[in-house]
């Protein structure tokens, strides 16, 4: 194992939203403001810093993962993508799309966090119950909506995604 | 006999479900919170050291390890706050001193002591822990009852009590209506303090500019803009030195961002010590200990009822609790429902006593519902009681009391003007999509079954658009008298057309999801003929530039009845001037133009239309040309107010909202006698939002206020032991809804427009926030066959409960 001191800085190596990137971090140094703070992307939102509200959640080597609850150095190496892979405003995913018609979002400010684990549950769980798409709601915090909306919009997503396979 | 030419249909896009202008950029990652800015270069970081205990005296604070820190700018303490700036006003007369960091004491646990400003918020937390602070710790006091214990130690000592705050009131005949009582019925309630989370946590980045001895203040801040005298009176500078700025986007709030918002004064005055830029982003830990909650209340309840369930007067004794200060607008929590304290029934007398504690605990502000949910769980339990008390159905009790139809508009007793309603039919309509008949019989096969089940109801009005006046009925009359009345809530809003004919919106409101964007774009495109598309929509508030009044924000729900009709007034003028070059274009009538398609059309002659940016060109361009009277350029600010809201009268009766709307909810649920678990079956609310604005954000917002509700009834409370010290740091300790607990919840529709606003809209965003803790309540008051309900409805209270 290697280990770091907190103030030392190491060199970080990772994928991130597709494009190839080289930095530096204290060891200390949280995911969620590494990918903030040193690499700009302000489409991760912190929401509590102790892994239960969700709302900084990425996908490494694409799984779901607290963003807060992980040092940058531990990324070093891997494969980091945030909501901005999804889609782009002229061009959105098929689950920001059902987001959108579903009204499934409000401030906005849990949403990409809440995507990012949709999308992964998505691609595992083609055909979901809504049981399990409660279930994995349930890593997120959502104070706007009463997640009624954003069930609908994920179950909704399947569906369509369901009808569009030959 | 001539016909006149057909009319061209104008576009209707107010009351159509339209998907959001604002989801592309949040669904995309592409929002622009507070955190997201990076206003100022050369920004340094703040971090707060918070008071370990409740109530200290301190006696030291020592700051030099801190400051021999490497990358450390400036340490700022209360004593030197005290120096550069002045305690924040707020609405009582006893002098209850508030700044934004403790002064000589600490009052709660997680008061600020310091602000360590530095290069980065790692190194500026290390430094934290380099501040040495010496405390005498005195008696803390935790409970509203030990608070109002005349040997408690008074957390302000100037002001001798914990009691800061004591009015009476009494409207139409009360001893009379008690002396004819066939029965009086008594309850006492308490209701916990809770506070709505929003997942953006607060945030400021301040720049003191010291050339022109200016602050300008990026901030979530949500409104009321009366936080921009406030700050300019504690900064000590005129206001038009102090430029409040609001981002695109806020992370939600809920009220918890409204005013007071302390940390913006903190923050500019650490920027104006330090010589920098500073940004504080507070954490979750800094949020749920020391940023906003509302109050926990104890109410005793007397009604004098006849036997038949007539409800003749009201005596209510509240004591709320603001934590250990009195931040504006407080003590608004005992006064936003004051004109309304008779809820939706026709009482028609009614006694208040009013008292205002201080104890060591967060102090508290704006909150979902606003002293709603306080109000209604009194008082829809008493309804509740009485009609056990009396073994009447309990419907019945509701039915005989309701305000009728044909009533309104209904002056309440202490002063609302209930403007529309027909609670009776909305009642009814809660009753059949509950099947109301089927529910009763099914809470009655469970019970035969020897499962634990109970029917719960509540009927409560939802007051929207919070008149600037009403906080000050908290002042006695002659003391009123002293200083200039408060009346209306005015709203301000700019439409402009620029040389290309790009319509742009300005809004003074700083939403924070409630989606005005894309309504005020519904609006504005209706008014001027246009599509949705070619509206942009500014949300941002600076205060040096936008259209901004007094009471601008986003707040008691106000948007749909006052925010909107801005909106609507001021794309009035931009027609009515597009309309008149048109009309000069074509030498025909302005009366005779429309405007639809992107095009001003004489009517009848479609073949002379004139493209809207051919005219917006000829304002900028060629204003020579301009119709006799008409300025040049098309840039038309419109500024509205509610006219119903006077100030307070000389009765002390005081109209404190612009439209009431109405919600009646209906639950079924089992509690499980074993676990304590709480299983809600059936959740039944009909609104009254009057005249829907976008039915799609209306249900979200419906949504939304029943999960805080929901929280607020099962879950949430801001807990601290006898020491007062903090147990619910976290979002571990302190529990929010997540999906899985979100009930179905079946939403219906009586809607009666208000007759005093142009548009007839209700606030909603409220409703269910005051009416879910109450109903949930009697339902299972009405499951375990007890009269004692506590709030938050815990497994292990309600085991507690059962276990009686």
Same mark, same amino acid.
């Given at each position: 194992?290697?280990t770091?001191? #907190?103030a030392? &800085?190491?060199?970080? =190596?990772?994928? %991130?939203?597709?494009?190839?990137v +080289?930095? @530096? #971090?204290?060891? &200390?140094?949280?995911? =969620?403001?590494f %990918?903030?703070?040193?690499?700009? +992307?302000? @489409?991760?939102?912190?929401?509590?810093?102790h892994?239960?509200?969700?709302?900084?959640t990425?996908?490494?080597?694409?799984?779901?993962?607290?963003?807060?609850?992980?040092?940058?150095v531990?990324?070093?190496?891997?494969?980091?993508?945030?909501?901005?892979?999804?889609?782009?405003r002229?061009?959105?995913?098929?689950l920001?799309r059902?987001?959108?018609?579903?009204?499934?979002?409000?401030?906005?400010?849990c949403?990409?966090?809440i995507?990012?684990?949709?999308?992964?549950?998505?691609?595992?769980?083609?055909?979901p119950?809504?049981?399990?798409?409660?279930?994995?709601?349930c890593?997120?915090?959502?104070?706007?909506?009463?997640?009624?909306?954003i069930?609908?919009?994920?179950?909704?997503?399947?569906?369509?995604?369901?009808?569009?396979?030959? | 006999?001539?016909?006149?030419?057909?009319?061209?249909?104008?576009q209707?896009w107010?009351?159509e479900?339209?998907?959001?202008?604002e989801?592309?950029?949040?669904?995309?990652?592409?929002?622009?919170?507070?955190?997201?800015?990076?206003?100022?270069?050369?920004t340094?970081?703040?971090?707060?050291?918070?008071?370990?205990?409740?109530?200290?005296?301190?006696?030291?604070?020592?700051?030099?390890?801190a400051?021999?820190?490497?990358?450390?700018k400036?340490?700022l303490?209360?004593?030197?706050?005290a120096?550069?700036?002045?305690?924040?006003?707020?609405?009582?007369?006893e002098?209850?001193?508030f700044?934004?960091i403790?002064?000589?004491?600490?009052?709660?646990?997680?008061?600020?002591?310091?602000?360590?400003?530095?290069r980065?918020?790692?190194?500026a937390?290390?430094a934290?822990?380099?501040?040495?602070?010496?405390?005498e710790?005195?008696?803390?006091?935790?409970?509203?009852?030990?608070?109002?214990?005349?040997?408690?130690?008074?957390?302000?000592?100037?002001?001798?009590?914990?009691?800061?705050?004591?009015?009476?009131?009494?409207?139409?005949?009360?001893?009379?209506a008690?002396?004819?009582?066939?029965?009086v019925?008594?309850?006492?309630?308490?209701?916990?303090?809770?506070?709505?989370?929003?997942?953006?946590?607060?945030?400021?980045?301040?720049h003191?500019?010291?050339?022109?001895d200016?602050?300008?203040?990026h901030?979530?801040?949500?409104?009321?803009?009366?936080?921009?005298?406030?700050?300019?009176?504690?900064?000590?500078?005129?206001?038009?030195?102090?430029?409040?700025?609001?981002?695109?986007?806020?992370?939600?709030?809920?009220?918890?961002?409204?005013?007071?918002?302390?940390?913006?004064?903190?923050?500019?005055?650490?920027?104006?010590?330090?010589?920098?830029?500073?940004?504080?982003?507070?954490?979750?830990?800094?949020?749920?200990?020391?940023?906003?909650?509302?109050?926990?209340?104890?109410?005793?309840?007397?009604?004098?009822?006849?036997?038949?369930?007539?409800?003749?007067?009201?005596?209510?004794?509240?004591?709320?609790?603001?934590?250990a200060?009195?931040?504006?607008?407080?003590?608004a929590?005992?006064?936003?429902?004051?004109?309304?304290?008779?809820?939706?029934?026709?009482?028609?007398?009614?006694?208040?006593?009013?008292?205002?504690?201080?104890?060591?605990?967060l102090?508290?502000?704006l909150?979902?519902?606003?002293?709603?949910?306080?109000?209604?769980?009194?008082?829809?339990?008493?309804?509740?009681?009485?009609?056990?008390?009396?073994?009447?159905?309990?419907?019945?009790?509701?039915?005989?009391?309701?305000?009728?139809?044909?009533?309104?508009?209904?002056?309440?007793?202490a002063?609302?003007?209930?403007?529309?309603?027909?609670?009776?039919?909305?009642?009814?309509?809660?009753?059949r999509?509950?099947?109301?008949?089927k529910?009763?019989?099914?809470?009655?096969?469970?019970?035969?079954q020897?499962?634990c089940a109970?029917?719960?109801?509540?009927c409560?009005?939802?007051?929207?658009g919070?008149?600037?006046?009403?906080?000050?009925?908290?002042?006695?009359l002659?003391?009123?008298?002293?200083?200039?009345?408060?009346?209306?809530?005015?709203?301000?809003?700019?439409?402009?057309?620029?040389?290309?004919?790009?319509?742009?919106?300005?809004?003074?409101?700083?939403?924070?999801?409630?989606?005005?964007?894309?309504?005020?774009?519904?609006?504005?495109?209706?008014?001027?003929?246009v599509?949705?598309?070619?509206?942009?929509?500014?949300?941002?508030v600076?205060?040096?530039t936008?259209?901004?009044?007094?009471?601008?924000?986003?707040?008691?729900?106000?948007?749909?009845?006052?925010?909107?009709?801005?909106?609507?007034?001021?794309?009035?003028?931009?027609?009515?001037?597009?309309?008149?070059?048109?009309?000069?274009?074509?030498?025909?009538?302005?009366?005779?133009?429309?405007?639809?398609?992107?095009?001003?059309?004489?009517?009848?002659?479609?073949?002379?239309?004139?493209?809207?940016?051919?005219?917006a060109?000829?304002?900028?361009?060629?204003?020579?040309?301009?119709?006799?009277?008409?300025?040049?350029?098309?840039?038309?600010?419109?500024?509205?107010?509610?006219?119903?809201?006077?100030?307070?009268?000389?009765?002390?009766r005081v109209?404190?909202?612009?439209?009431?709307?109405?919600?009646?909810?209906?639950?079924?649920?089992?509690?499980?006698?074993?676990?304590?678990?709480?299983?809600?079956?059936?959740?039944?609310?009909v609104?009254?939002?009057?005249?829907?604005?976008?039915p799609?954000?209306?249900?979200?917002?419906?949504?939304?206020?029943?999960?805080?509700?929901?929280?607020?009834?099962?879950?949430?409370?801001?807990?601290?032991?006898?020491s007062?010290?903090?147990?619910?740091?976290?979002?571990a300790?302190y529990?929010?809804?997540t999906?899985?607990?979100?009930?179905?919840?079946?939403?219906?529709?009586?809607?009666?427009?208000?007759?005093?606003?142009?548009?007839?809209?209700?606030?909603?965003?409220?409703?269910?926030?005051?009416?879910?803790?109450?109903?949930?309540?009697?339902?299972?008051?009405?499951?375990?066959?007890?009269?004692?309900?506590?709030?938050p409805?815990t497994?292990?209270?309600v085991?507690?409960?059962?276990q009686?």
């Amino acid at each position: 194992m290697i280990t770091h001191k #907190a103030a030392e &800085r190491a060199a970080i =190596s990772l994928t %991130l939203d597709g494009v190839h990137v +080289k930095e @530096e #971090a204290p060891a &200390r140094m949280l995911l =969620s403001d590494f %990918l903030r703070q040193t690499c700009g +992307k302000t @489409e991760v939102h912190v929401g509590c810093e102790h892994g239960v509200c969700g709302a900084c959640t990425v996908r490494v080597d694409g799984r779901p993962v607290r963003s807060c609850l992980m040092f940058a150095v531990q990324a070093d190496g891997h494969n980091v993508d945030t909501v901005a892979s999804l889609g782009s405003r002229d061009e959105l995913s098929p689950l920001q799309r059902s987001f959108h018609e579903h009204h499934a979002l409000q401030c906005g400010f849990c949403t990409p966090g809440i995507l990012n684990s949709a999308q992964v549950f998505l691609e595992e769980h083609p055909d979901p119950s809504e049981r399990e798409v409660v279930e994995m709601l349930c890593g997120h915090l959502c104070r706007c909506t009463g997640y009624r909306a954003i069930v609908d919009a994920v179950l909704d997503c399947a569906r369509a995604g369901k009808d569009e396979t030959p | 006999m001539i016909e006149s030419p057909p009319r061209i249909r104008p576009q209707r896009w107010i009351g159509e479900a339209v998907p959001r202008k604002e989801d592309p950029a949040l669904l995309t990652g592409a929002g622009r919170f507070i955190d997201d800015l990076d206003p100022f270069p050369n920004t340094y970081h703040a971090a707060i050291l918070r008071s370990p205990h409740a109530h200290a005296r301190i006696l030291s604070v020592d700051a030099a390890r801190a400051l021999a820190l490497d990358g450390v700018k400036a340490v700022l303490t209360g004593a030197r706050v005290a120096e550069i700036s002045k305690p924040f006003h707020a609405g009582i007369s006893e002098p209850v001193h508030f700044y934004p960091i403790a002064v000589g004491k600490v009052r709660y646990v997680g008061e600020p002591v310091a602000v360590v400003v530095a290069r980065d918020r790692y190194i500026a937390e290390d430094a934290l822990d380099l501040i040495e602070v010496e405390y005498e710790r005195l008696e803390p006091v935790v409970e509203i009852d030990r608070a109002l214990e005349r040997d408690s130690a008074p957390l302000h000592e100037n002001v001798g009590s914990n009691v800061v705050h004591e009015r009476s009131f009494v409207y139409g005949d009360v001893d009379g209506a008690f002396a004819a009582a066939e029965d009086v019925i008594k309850a006492t309630f308490r209701f916990p303090k809770y506070a709505s989370t929003p997942i953006e946590t607060y945030g400021v980045i301040a720049h003191y500019q010291r050339g022109t001895d200016t602050y300008a203040i990026h901030a979530n801040f949500q409104g009321p803009f009366v936080l921009h005298t406030l700050l300019a009176a504690a900064l000590r500078v005129p206001g038009n030195r102090v430029r409040v700025l609001v981002p695109p986007d806020i992370g939600g709030s809920y009220g918890i961002k409204a005013l007071l918002y302390p940390y913006m004064a903190l923050i500019a005055l650490a920027s104006k010590e330090s010589g920098v830029p500073v940004r504080w982003i507070e954490d979750r830990l800094e949020h749920l200990c020391a940023s906003s909650s509302l109050t926990d209340r104890l109410t005793k309840v007397q009604a004098a009822v006849l036997r038949d369930g007539t409800v003749l007067a009201l005596r209510l004794d509240h004591v709320d609790n603001v934590g250990a200060y009195v931040r504006a607008p407080e003590p608004a929590c005992l006064y936003r429902m004051h004109g309304t304290s008779t809820g939706a029934y026709r009482i028609p007398a009614i006694a208040i006593h009013n008292r205002l504690v201080t104890t060591n605990k967060l102090p508290t502000g704006l909150n979902r519902g606003y002293g709603g949910q306080e109000h209604y769980f009194a008082l829809e339990r008493t309804m509740a009681l009485i009609a056990k008390r009396l073994q009447l159905d309990r419907l019945d009790v509701v039915r005989r009391n309701l305000v009728h139809a044909d009533e309104f508009p209904y002056r309440a007793p202490a002063g609302s003007v209930l403007d529309s309603g027909d609670y009776q039919a909305a009642l009814d309509e809660a009753l059949r999509l509950a099947e109301y008949g089927k529910l009763l019989a099914a809470r009655d096969r469970a019970r035969a079954q020897g499962r634990c089940a109970g029917v719960g109801l509540a009927c409560v009005v939802e007051p929207s658009g919070s008149s600037m006046g009403y906080i000050t009925i908290a002042l006695p009359l002659e003391q009123r008298k002293k200083s200039l009345p408060k009346s209306g809530a005015a709203e301000a809003v700019t439409v402009a057309l620029d040389p290309t004919g790009a319509i742009t919106v300005r809004l003074g409101t700083a939403p924070q999801g409630q989606g005005h964007q894309t309504v005020a774009a519904q609006i504005v495109a209706e008014e001027l003929g246009v599509s949705l598309e070619s509206i942009e929509v500014i949300a941002e508030v600076d205060t040096q530039t936008s259209p901004w009044t007094i009471a601008s924000g986003t707040y008691s729900s106000r948007f749909a009845p006052i925010a909107a009709v801005a909106v609507q007034s001021a794309a009035r003028k931009v027609a009515m001037k597009l309309r008149a070059i048109a009309a000069q274009e074509c030498g025909v009538p302005a009366d005779d133009v429309e405007l639809a398609e992107g095009l001003a059309i004489p009517r009848g002659e479609r073949a002379k239309a004139i493209p809207i940016k051919r005219l917006a060109g000829l304002a900028h361009w060629n204003p020579l040309a301009l119709p006799a009277g008409l300025e040049p350029g098309v840039y038309e600010t419109a500024y509205y107010s509610v006219p119903i809201l006077e100030a307070p009268d000389d009765q002390d009766r005081v109209n404190s909202s612009a439209v009431y709307g109405f919600v009646a909810d209906i639950c079924l649920l089992e509690v499980d006698r074993d676990t304590g678990k709480i299983d809600i079956q059936r959740y039944v609310s009909v609104h009254d939002t009057g005249r829907m604005l976008n039915p799609l954000l209306a249900e979200g917002q419906i949504r939304g206020g029943f999960a805080h509700g929901l929280g607020g009834a099962l879950m949430e409370e801001i807990v601290y032991d006898e020491s007062g010290a903090l147990l619910s740091g976290t979002f571990a300790d302190y529990l929010c809804p997540t999906a899985a607990e979100i009930p179905p919840l079946q939403i219906g529709h009586v809607d009666t427009p208000s007759p005093f606003t142009p548009l007839g809209a209700k606030g909603i965003g409220e409703g269910n926030s005051m009416s879910v803790p109450v109903t949930i309540a009697n339902a299972v008051a009405d499951a375990l066959g007890i009269d004692d309900v506590t709030l938050p409805l815990t497994p292990r209270r309600v085991w507690e409960l059962a276990q009686r």
